[in-house]
């Protein structure tokens, strides 16, 4: 039997034989976000206590996170960088996202998933290429395996389950995470891509940031479901919601949830709610839609102070380390603002090798006028080279 | 890969050959093509236990098994993502869009990501996937089953766009199609499925590979340039135009089967010779592919030329009802009217069969 027809195998249904396909009770997600540090006295329903080496390592990237977004937009406001879209706020799913995933999985980012990708131990500089604008991508996605920023929303889900699929077929176990927020859980191919995963079972888990605003339209302008994880149910798919600024728990969740699709079980969409607390981008103006004490409401739920303070709260963080800590990500800054301030090497001829694996004759006679265009801009005005008509 | 095309030591005897149709060469190509590469991945809606609408996937399933000839969920925007995640991990994915209409949800992912990701990675996710869409008109279909679509596919860098017009041409471009490490929309004209021809499946002959027009008929008068379900149209129209005019035309038939790449090279030496050309599709006139070809045209042959390049294509309306298709389709009348309206009273390349020197 084939990998597909285990799960989609025809069976005939006589008229009187209706029934559920499945039960739909196991797919319900959790009434409330699951929560590790938030929770009161910060235990997880399994009891079971998070090594300390994970909270570590999480709180060692949610600060340099932190200081990573305070970066990019400050790179922004120097021209470095043509857009940033922020994921301050949003650390604890980025990292989460960056850290659960196993060494052969892959990941599927939208434009505001840098820092996943970064997480993910790809060059900053690197992953910025896209937003810099010195080309549409800057990283070896099948040697780093994150695919490249997705900005038509939600569009790379079904790639996430396609690659899932096709490893599934050849019997490697990787797993595919692909990242959605809240605004794309609206676009058709959100629903195309679950109903696929489930259909044929791939080994993917969508994890959507459920931050608040698809730019200025919040929420109650995007759905009527109840959660974005119920909407999982009608696809068969189990929903799981968590405590997006809770990076303890969303990892928890992302790694049990990459485990069973590693292991046959199918795919999982998780909901994190979280909250953008910058504006879109740098060009947007979130006072145009927001009031100032909501986001003083979620500035009180900070992902980083949430999880530094988790770690005091078990003895594994002190002062010392604190600033130690801030000291490694200001240092990191500074490489990535030095690097980002140096002129990215352009090379227009490359506007053309790449468009086929053989350039077409039109596309090989358009990149000799670019050369003659460039040659002729060498000798400068009045040189005459360049004007000859052809 | 291996070879593109099966070369038993028979190839092309003439003594194996019998009729076969477009629709069963087609299905020929993708079974040899599954066998030779176990990359090679078949997708679609109603592909797998039917063998699909047109019965070009057929026993492709009972063959190869569920998971590589795969009915999908009726949703041509994941299908063709499916695939392009499919195809980033290394498989080579054949997708069957139902109709030409029905390829329209997958727009998105032809343009945003199926065309650019070979560039926008530099190389470093190419994808060789194939796009199987039936096209055009001519055969009583309702609404939304008759569309030629080949317009928006070819405004799209990145994708190669290939028809065939024969049965021979069928086999030999989907073998090049999914051989091919470029995204290839492959449109099958839905009503040359059934056309016939003396072909021998254990040795097709080999055919010029993608990018390559072909002379389907030559001739000295004028050229027709044309692809897909209206070649057919134009060898016929060709045969009628001996008896036409004062002494008869000689027509030059050209089949470029290939949109994207475009051999400009076949089509400028033949309407050099000829000075003057028609193009003639089924896809609406306006802002179609006979406008850029005949723009080519007049670029590159403009002191050739005895008259403008003429295009008889179809009207610039909604693709009508199916009991008034006919008055829209590009027919035989209406092409020997263009080339009546190629203005013979010139003679211009007759005084100077040389060129004149340019």
């Not at chain 1, 996170?65 to 305070?70: A, D, K, M, S, T």
């Not at chain 1, 009031?291 to 739920?301: F, G, K, S, T």
């Not at chain 2, 499916?82 to 994915?93: C, E, I, K, N």
């Not at chain 2, 033949?270 to 007049?298: D, K, L, M, N």
């Amino acid at each position: 039997m084939t990998v597909l027809e285990q799960h989609s195998a025809y069976a005939p249904t006589p008229p009187p034989s209706w029934r559920p396909r499945t039960d739909p009770a196991p797919l319900l997600p959790e009434a409330e976000p699951y929560s590790v540090l938030g929770g009161e006295g910060g235990v997880r329903e399994s009891g079971v206590e998070p090594e300390a080496e994970l909270l570590l390592r999480l709180y060692e990237a949610v600060v340099h996170g932190r200081r990573y977004n305070e970066q990019a937009t400050a790179l922004t406001k120097q021209g470095r960088l043509a857009v940033y879209p922020s994921s301050t706020g949003q650390e604890a799913c980025q990292v989460a996202a960056g850290l659960a995933l196993g060494e052969r999985d892959w990941l599927f980012p939208s434009y505001r998933d840098t820092l996943a990708a970064v997480a993910r131990g790809v060059d900053p500089v690197e992953v910025l290429s896209l937003l810099r604008g010195d080309w549409h991508h800057g990283y070896d996605s099948r040697a780093t395996r994150v695919a490249p920023l997705c900005t038509p929303l939600a569009t790379q889900l079904p790639h996430a389950v396609g690659l899932a699929h096709a490893a599934r077929l050849r019997g490697d176990e990787v797993a595919a995470l692909a990242l959605v927020g809240d605004g794309g859980t609206s676009e058709g191919d959100f629903h195309e891509a679950l109903n696929f995963a489930a259909v044929w079972q791939a080994p993917v888990v969508f994890l959507v940031q459920n931050n608040g605003f698809a730019i200025s339209v919040p929420l109650a302008k995007q759905t009527a479901a109840p959660s974005l994880a119920h909407k999982g149910v009608g696809y068969g798919v189990p929903g799981r919601l968590v405590d997006g600024n809770d990076a303890v728990a969303v990892h928890e969740v992302l790694t049990e949830a990459l485990d069973r699709a590693r292991s046959g079980g199918g795919p999982t969409l998780v909901e994190a709610v979280t909250y953008r607390l910058e504006a879109h981008t740098n060009a947007d103006d979130a006072t145009r839609y927001r009031a100032a004490d909501e986001v003083e409401a979620w500035r009180a739920h900070d992902p980083v102070a949430l999880l530094e303070r988790g770690l005091r709260e078990r003895g594994l963080l002190d002062d010392e380390a604190v600033s130690a800590t801030r000291e490694a990500a200001e240092r990191r800054a500074e490489d990535l603002r030095a690097r980002m301030n140096q002129d990215p090497e352009l090379d227009p001829e490359e506007l053309f090798p790449h468009v086929y694996a053989q350039g077409t004759q039109q596309l090989q006679e358009q990149a000799v006028q670019l050369r003659d265009e460039l040659a002729a801009a060498e000798f400068g005005d009045g040189s005459g080279a360049g004007e000859d008509r052809r | 890969m291996s070879t593109a095309v099966r070369q038993p030591p028979e190839a092309g005897a003439t003594a194996a050959r019998k009729p076969a149709t477009m629709g069963q060469a087609l299905n020929r190509a993708l079974r040899d093509a599954m066998r030779a590469d176990p990359d090679v991945h078949v997708m679609g809606e109603d592909v797998g236990t039917l063998g699909g609408v047109f019965r070009v996937t057929d026993g492709l399933a009972k063959e190869f098994g569920e998971d590589r000839c795969s009915d999908t969920p009726l949703a041509e925007a994941g299908i063709l993502g499916v695939a392009v995640g499919m195809a980033m991990y290394g498989l080579r994915p054949v997708v069957e869009m139902q109709f030409d209409a029905f390829a329209f949800p997958a727009f998105e992912q032809l343009v945003s990501h199926v065309s650019r990701m070979r560039n926008r990675t530099r190389g470093g996710l190419p994808m060789p996937l194939t796009v199987r869409v039936p096209y055009g008109g001519g055969i009583g279909g309702v609404e939304h089953h008759s569309d030629s679509s080949e317009a928006y596919y070819m405004a799209t860098p990145g994708i190669h766009v290939v028809t065939p017009a024969t049965v021979p041409d069928a086999y030999g471009l989907l073998r090049a199609a999914i051989a091919s490490d470029d995204p290839v929309i492959f449109l099958e004209p839905k009503r040359l499925y059934w056309s016939k021809a003396d072909w021998n499946p254990e040795a097709p002959e080999p055919v010029p590979g993608i990018g390559k027009a072909v002379v389907r008929r030559p001739g000295t008068s004028a050229t027709l340039l044309t692809y897909g379900p209206s070649v057919p149209v134009c060898l016929e129209a060709a045969e009628a135009a001996r008896e036409e005019g004062a002494e008869g035309w000689d027509l030059e038939v050209i089949d470029l089967r290939s949109l994207v790449p475009f051999d400009e090279e076949t089509v400028v030496a033949s309407v050099r010779r000829t000075g003057r050309a028609v193009v003639v599709h089924e896809s609406p006139g306006f802002a179609g592919p006979g406008g850029e070809i005949a723009a080519r045209i007049s670029e590159r042959c403009f002191h050739y030329l005895e008259a403008p390049v003429l295009r008889v294509a179809g009207f610039d309306i909604p693709y009508p009802p199916p009991m008034l298709e006919r008055h829209h389709l590009p027919g035989v009348d209406r092409v020997l009217d263009a080339v009546a309206r190629l203005q013979w009273e010139s003679g211009w390349t007759e005084r100077h069969p040389d060129g004149g020197g340019i």
